[in-house]
């Protein structure tokens, strides 16, 4: 065993870690202490190169301060520091709203995200059918995890899908939704294109033609619900006249808009403070991958696409469009749910859970925290600090799919 510090080792190919599920390759002696001395060599740089740069800070940070404040006497250098800073812009939360079927699945899903100083934002349309990483559960679509799990669990599925934070996620029925709806009255919305209801008996209904249709608010649930004729993005669209509607109602009708939940009253305050065209709407980018059982539409997250919108419709909450460190988290111990507590844990860490599972054993006493690579040494050192457990360990074997595994033990406390 070789020590890097007092959290971090290099763990040989048949100690410290599952070799079943982490597979690690031999390597010589030789090779590897050629590799830690480069190593060292290159940290010892970075450190002075670190020292370097915190010297020239400092040197134009009091530069700066004798500028701030030159010879004044009479200047209070604390005031002057207090009206020096930018005044703080108050965001609400983004509130995700779903619209929940009779099986407890999602069948819309609409993220209500406040602009800067409150004032507009925007609307993110997001396909239930979209495959993501269900925490504990595996790859499922994103609207079926709110029937896994309720709202804390789709709540959870989405935020490792976009990594954002999300204020609170709402499960409307359909009593639910007319009643949020019913204070504005009936709305005129444009249809784009015909809406059509199949029986039971396979007998095709029309409910809407393409054109101007007043929707009165029992009515939306099953304006919002119904299949579109092509496919379940074109149902979006009628999605987003709903919206545009509502919402310039709710901008002439201030009363109209619901007192309960708070969260959502301060979403909807913030969106309708502005005009029409500060508020954006936008559907999440996807690719098609065919139709899975029960007939829904299943999508695959465009991930490229997706960075890039994130970083424009969050900014305060994303890193632009860089990726985030993948991770795989196992359950060392048998324990029901542990993946999820640890997702939830490191919610907001900037990190994406890949894969879940079993470890190769239950009998982990400390969890591991396994890197592959030196510069993903940092994230895993993050994660361990927010989990409040384990130890960190280098893998000399890389895998592709991930950037980190966490093997959680039993010194892990949800």
Same mark, same amino acid.
């Not at 709402?170 to 504005?184: E, G, K, S």
């Given at each position: 065993?070789?020590?890097?510090?007092?959290?971090?080792?290099?763990?040989?190919?048949?100690?410290?870690?599952?070799?079943? @599920?982490?597979? !690690?390759? &031999?390597?010589?002696?030789?090779?590897?202490?050629?590799?830690?001395?480069?190593?060292?060599?290159?940290?010892?740089?970075?450190?002075?190169?670190?020292?370097?740069?915190?010297?020239?800070?400092?040197?134009?940070?009091?530069?700066?301060?004798?500028?701030?404040?030159?010879?004044?006497?009479?200047?209070?250098?604390?005031?002057?520091?207090?009206?020096?800073?930018?005044?703080?812009?108050?965001?609400?939360?983004?509130?995700?709203?779903?619209?929940?079927? %009779?099986?407890?699945?999602? #069948?819309?899903?609409?993220?209500?995200?406040? /602009?800067?100083?409150? =004032?507009?934002?925007?609307?993110?349309?997001?396909?239930?059918?979209?495959?993501?990483?269900?925490? %504990?559960?595996?790859?499922?679509?994103?609207?079926?995890?709110?029937?896994?799990?309720?709202?804390?669990?789709?709540?959870?599925? #989405?935020?490792?899908?976009? /990594?954002?934070?999300?204020?609170?996620?709402?499960? !409307?029925?359909?009593?639910?939704?007319?009643?949020?709806?019913?204070?504005?009255?009936?709305?005129?919305?444009?249809?784009?294109?015909?809406?059509?209801?199949?029986?039971? $008996?396979?007998?095709?209904?029309?409910?809407?033609?393409?054109? !101007?249709?007043?929707?009165?608010?029992?009515?939306?649930?099953?304006?919002?619900?119904? =299949?579109?004729?092509?496919?379940?993005?074109?149902?979006?669209?009628?999605?987003?006249?709903?919206?545009?509607?509502?919402?310039?109602?709710?901008?002439?009708?201030?009363?109209?808009?619901?007192?309960?939940?708070?969260?959502?009253?301060?979403?909807?305050?913030?969106?309708?403070?502005?005009?029409?065209?500060?508020?954006?709407?936008?559907?999440?980018?996807?690719?098609?991958? /065919?139709?899975?059982?029960?007939?829904?539409?299943?999508?695959? @997250?465009? $991930?490229?696409?997706?960075?890039?919108?994130?970083?424009?419709?969050?900014?305060?909450?994303?890193?632009?469009?860089?990726?985030?460190?993948?991770?795989?988290?196992?359950?060392?111990?048998?324990?029901?749910?542990?993946?999820?507590?640890?997702?939830?844990?490191?919610?907001? &860490?900037? #990190?994406?859970? $890949?894969?879940?599972?079993?470890?190769?054993?239950?009998?982990?006493?400390?969890?591991?925290?396994?890197?592959?690579?030196?510069?993903?040494?940092?994230? @895993?050192?993050?994660?361990?600090?927010?989990?409040?457990? /384990?130890?960190?360990?280098?893998?000399?074997?890389?895998?592709?799919?991930?950037?980190?595994?966490?093997?959680?033990?039993?010194?892990? =406390?949800?």
């Amino acid at each position: 065993m070789t020590l890097q510090d007092e959290t971090t080792f290099e763990a040989p190919a048949d100690e410290g870690i599952d070799a079943a @599920a982490i597979q !690690l390759p &031999e390597v010589t002696r030789r090779s590897s202490a050629r590799r830690h001395r480069a190593q060292r060599r290159k940290d010892r740089n970075r450190r002075f190169l670190r020292i370097a740069a915190l010297g020239i800070a400092a040197i134009v940070l009091i530069a700066f301060v004798v500028q701030l404040w030159p010879d004044s006497g009479g200047v209070d250098p604390d005031a002057a520091a207090d009206n020096a800073k930018p005044a703080a812009i108050a965001v609400h939360p983004p509130v995700l709203l779903a619209q929940q079927d %009779g099986a407890g699945n999602a #069948v819309s899903l609409t993220m209500l995200v406040p /602009g800067a100083k409150n =004032k507009g934002g925007a609307l993110l349309l997001i396909p239930p059918g979209t495959m993501t990483e269900v925490v %504990g559960l595996g790859l499922e679509p994103v609207g079926a995890s709110l029937g896994l799990g309720g709202p804390q669990r789709l709540d959870g599925t #989405v935020e490792n899908l976009l /990594g954002v934070t999300i204020g609170e996620s709402l499960a !409307l029925d359909d009593a639910r939704l007319t009643a949020l709806v019913q204070p504005a009255g009936p709305l005129s919305i444009r249809v784009p294109e015909r809406v059509e209801e199949v029986d039971p $008996k396979g007998l095709v209904n029309v409910l809407y033609e393409a054109g !101007l249709h007043r929707i009165e608010p029992v009515d939306v649930p099953r304006f919002l619900a119904a =299949k579109a004729q092509s496919n379940d993005l074109a149902r979006l669209a009628r999605h987003q006249a709903f919206w545009d509607a509502w919402l310039a109602r709710l901008r002439t009708n201030r009363a109209a808009i619901p007192k309960e939940p708070p969260a959502l009253n301060k979403a909807l305050t913030a969106l309708v403070a502005g005009e029409g065209d500060e508020v954006v709407t936008r559907v999440l980018p996807v690719l098609s991958l /065919g139709t899975g059982s029960g007939g829904i539409e299943l999508y695959q @997250a465009d $991930k490229v696409e997706v960075r890039s919108l994130v970083g424009t419709l969050f900014p305060g909450q994303t890193p632009g469009a860089a990726a985030r460190p993948r991770l795989q988290i196992l359950n060392g111990t048998g324990q029901i749910g542990l993946a999820q507590k640890v997702s939830e844990r490191l919610a907001g &860490e900037g #990190v994406e859970v $890949k894969l879940t599972g079993n470890a190769g054993r239950l009998d982990y006493a400390e969890t591991q925290i396994v890197f592959y690579r030196r510069e993903d040494e940092a994230v @895993a050192q993050r994660i361990q600090k927010a989990m409040g457990a /384990g130890r960190v360990v280098l893998s000399r074997n890389p895998l592709d799919v991930v950037d980190v595994t966490i093997i959680v033990g039993r010194d892990f =406390k949800a």
